[in-house]
């Protein structure tokens, strides 16, 4: 039968701390009979015992604490290439360019981590940029890899994946801080996006990060509707929609180290 932590870690302090005091005791009787020497040394014991007892408990919990935070990291581990997997089957699905949701993330976490972000909120734009289409799962083909301009019904029908995929996210613990990016990377700058209307700032930071990196990648290759655009004009385009579509300072610190996020984008680190 397997123990469970809390259980092993206070049978084997209970066991140290028994032998110490039965040990000790026994050791003192026979070294000490002077009575106020004997209360000294119990004093000392005592303090030596509350001392060792709090070290090993120290380590005990650590040593739990450490396992746990494996256990945890894996577990983390299986399920992001669960996902990852589904988004690849989503990708084949909707006809995008090989390593599509692969790219983004590795250049949206670049991008990420030259704003300043990291711990927790890394590890949601991590899986906010690769799960951000999730929605489009609920689309039908006929709208979603149409080679074509959508009509006005088709577009609204476009227009409700972000709502469907924060909706799925909410319902998973751990990706609800995720849910940023699927939420909200169609939102512009100027207040004209959707599904919310949401002007500047009021943006979420992840979603803003992420917007960037998605123009540059849907005008970079190719998609059903369209074919790649020559580097010079994405980036000159990029500049051109900053302060309306997309958030300036974002545009200008991707501007400034664009060699590095293109290569890290492009060359996969697995």
């Known amino acids: 039968m397997k123990l469970s932590p809390q259980l092993r870690t206070a049978g084997i302090y209970v066991l140290v701390s028994a032998a110490w005091i039965w ?24 303090w030596f015992f509350v001392l060792g007892t709090g070290l090993l408990l120290y380590w005990l919990i650590g040593r739990t604490v450490h396992r746990l935070a494996d256990a945890n990291k894996r577990l983390l581990d299986s399920h992001e290439q669960a996902l ?58 006929s709208i979603l890899i149409k080679p074509a301009k959508l009509t006005e019904e ?3 029908v476009m227009r409700t994946h972000p709502g469907i995929g924060h909706g799925l996210l909410q319902r998973i613990d751990f990706l609800r801080g995720a849910s940023a990016i699927p939420f909200s990377h169609h939102e512009r ?55 309306t579509q997309l958030d300036p300072k974002l545009v200008q610190l991707f501007m400034e180290n664009y060699p590095a996020l293109k290569t890290l984008a492009l060359h996969s680190t697995h």
Not at 30 to 46: A, E, T
Not at 117 to 133: K, M, P, Q, T, Y
């Open 23 to 46: 040990f000790s005791g026994n050791l003192l009787g026979h070294l000490v009979h002077d009575p106020h020497r004997i209360v000294m040394y119990q004093i000392f014991k005592g």
């Open 84 to 141: 990852r997997v589904l988004v690849e089957a989503m990708d084949v699905r909707h006809k995008e360019t090989s390593d599509h949701s692969e790219r983004v993330v590795r250049m949206a976490l670049g991008l990420a981590k030259l704003v300043g972000v990291e711990g927790n909120d890394l590890r949601d734009i991590r899986f906010g940029a690769l799960l951000h289409d999730i929605g489009k799962l609920a689309l039908p083909d």
């Open 154 to 156: 088709e577009t609204v």
């Open 189 to 243: 700058w100027d207040g004209e996006g959707y599904p919310q209307g949401l002007k500047g700032e009021d943006i979420p930071l992840a979603a803003r990060i992420f917007s960037v990196v998605d123009v540059w990648d849907a005008l970079s290759f190719p998609r059903v509707y369209k074919p790649a655009w020559p580097e010079a004009d994405v980036l000159k385009y990029l500049q051109e929609v900053a302060g």
